[in-house]
């Protein structure tokens, strides 16, 4: 919790408007649900600067949610899933290699459901991040009004 913290208040410490920050910090964890490891953050940045959220917060924020990727992507699947229900994968050709064989078999049956998940998730991650944040900062703020009108 500790750690969540500290990742909150350098965000608010970024010198910006509370909305660009709050839609920079729900951008960057939506891209932590998409299939894009790599390229992520400064994509992240780029878009964020084209939609005019904050760009560092949302870099900031794919970094910060990083290690959590392998769960994200699960739970893409697990949705993904669950949406399209379980259709067999495509078949795939021999190619003599066992190894081979099974992971294009897997990446087949669970890439579509994986891709659909992403962008559910993505979607609502990013939404449920907005709102909860809007909620927080507007909440702060009627807090810190209170304590200026007590004094």
């Not at 920079?24 to 964020?48: E, H, M, R, T």
């Not at 959590?68 to 993904?80: D, E, I, K």
């Not at 891709?115 to 909860?132: E, K, M, P, Q, R």
């Amino acid at each position: 919790m500790e750690l969540i913290n500290r990742f909150y208040n350098k965000i608010i410490g970024i010198a910006d408007s509370p909305e660009r920050l709050v839609r920079g910090v729900a951008l960057g964890f939506a891209f932590d649900f998409l299939p894009i490891p790599v390229i992520s953050i400064p994509l992240s940045y780029l878009v964020a600067h084209l939609t005019r959220c904050n760009p560092i917060a949302a870099a900031t924020t794919v970094v910060f949610f990083k290690l959590a990727v392998p769960f994200f992507y699960t739970l893409n699947v697990l949705t993904g899933t669950s949406f399209l229900g379980t259709k067999p994968g495509l078949d795939v050709k021999d190619t003599g290699i066992v190894y081979l064989d099974c992971f294009l078999d897997e990446i087949l049956q669970y890439g579509y459901p994986f891709l659909v998940g992403s962008v559910i998730n993505a979607t609502l991650a990013g939404l449920v991040v907005y709102l909860s944040l809007k909620f927080i900062i507007a909440r702060r703020r009627r807090r810190s009004d209170r304590l200026k009108i007590d004094k």
